[in-house]
T-cell receptor, first 112, second 115 residues
Framework: GEDVEQSLFLSVREGDSSVINCTYT??????LYWYKQEPGAGLQLLTY?????DMKQDQRLTVLLNKKDKHLSLRIADTQTGDSAIYFC????????????FGTGTKLQVIP | DGGITQSPKYLFRKEGQNVTLSCEQN?????MYWYRQDPGQGLRLIYY???????QKGDIAEGYSVSREKKESFPLTVTSAQKNPTAFYLC??????????????FGEGSRLTVL
C-alpha cells in the first residue's frame, strides 16, 4: 500500500536554505508533488516532478527525486518569512482514477 | 474567477446532529474529492467522485455521506454516526486522465467543531 512520511517540523533562519524531506513506498508512483498550505487555508500546488526525472528547478525551488531510495526533497533557497507554512509531499498513481496520497505535512517556521 | 468555494468556513454542531458542508467548483473538472485534515495526520480521503451520479468511498468514509447530482457540486454530510467529527475539511477537484499532471485544486476549507 501507499505510505508517505515527512518530519513534522523544520525551523530555519531567514535567508538560509530549507530542505524538506519525504519518503514514499509505492514504486509505481507516476507523479510526486509538493503542496503548500498557509494557515487556515487550502493547499496550493508548488511544484511537481514526473517519476522519470531526477531533478526539477523552478526559481527558488529545487526538487530532487531518488527513485532507488524512494526519497523526495524540496529545497527552498533564500527562505523568506512568507515561506512559513505547512508543506505536503504527495504521490499519485495515474490510471482511470487518480489516487493521491499525502504525507503528514512539514511545518516550516522561518525565523527573522 | 475560476475556483472552488466551500461553505461555511466555520461550523459548530451539537453532538447527535447531522451537518452538510457545501463544495462548488466552476473549473469544469470531472473529479471531486473530500479530505479530512487533523494535526500531524496529513490529509485523509473521505469520498471521491469521478463523474456525475457516481462516487466511491475513500479511506475513512464511515459516518459520512455525499452526493454528486451536478458536475459543479459535491456536498458532504457529516452524520451523527461519525465518532470524532471535529476537524478541518477540504474539498478538491481535478481533471484526471493520462496526459494531465493530476494537480488537485483545493477550496479554502471548512472547520467543523462539535460542542
Amino acid at each position: 500500500g501507499e505510505d508517505v512520511e515527512q518530519s513534522l517540523f523544520l525551523s530555519v533562519r531567514e535567508g538560509d536554505s530549507s530542505v524538506i524531506n519525504c519518503t514514499y513506498t509505492d514504486s509505481s508512483s507516476t507523479y510526486l508533488y509538493w503542496y503548500k498550505q498557509e494557515p487556515g487555508a487550502g493547499l496550493q500546488l508548488l511544484t511537481y516532478i514526473f517519476s522519470n526525472m531526477d531533478m526539477k528547478q523552478d526559481q527558488r525551488l529545487t526538487v530532487l527525486l531518488n527513485k532507488k531510495d524512494k526519497h523526495l526533497s524540496l529545497r527552498i533557497a533564500d527562505t523568506q518569512t512568507g515561506d512559513s507554512a505547512i508543506y505536503f509531499c504527495a504521490e499519485s498513481i495515474r490510471g482511470g482514477y487518480q489516487k493521491v496520497t499525502f504525507g503528514t505535512g512539514t511545518k516550516l517556521q522561518v525565523i527573522p | 474567477d475560476g475556483g472552488i468555494t466551500q461553505s461555511p468556513k466555520y461550523l459548530f454542531r451539537k453532538e447527535g446532529q447531522n451537518v452538510t458542508l457545501s463544495c462548488e467548483q466552476n473549473l469544469n473538472h470531472d473529479a471531486m474529492y473530500w479530505y479530512r485534515q487533523d494535526p500531524g495526520q496529513g490529509l485523509r480521503l473521505i469520498y471521491y467522485s469521478q463523474i456525475v451520479n457516481d462516487f466511491q468511498k475513500g479511506d475513512i468514509a464511515e459516518g459520512y455521506s455525499v452526493s454528486r447530482e451536478k458536475k459543479e457540486s459535491f456536498p458532504l454530510t457529516v452524520t451523527s454516526a461519525q465518532k470524532n467529527p471535529t476537524a478541518f475539511y477540504l474539498c478538491a477537484s481535478s481533471t484526471p486522465g493520462f496526459g494531465n499532471t493530476g494537480e488537485l485544486f483545493f477550496g479554502e476549507g471548512s472547520r467543523l467543531t462539535v460542542l
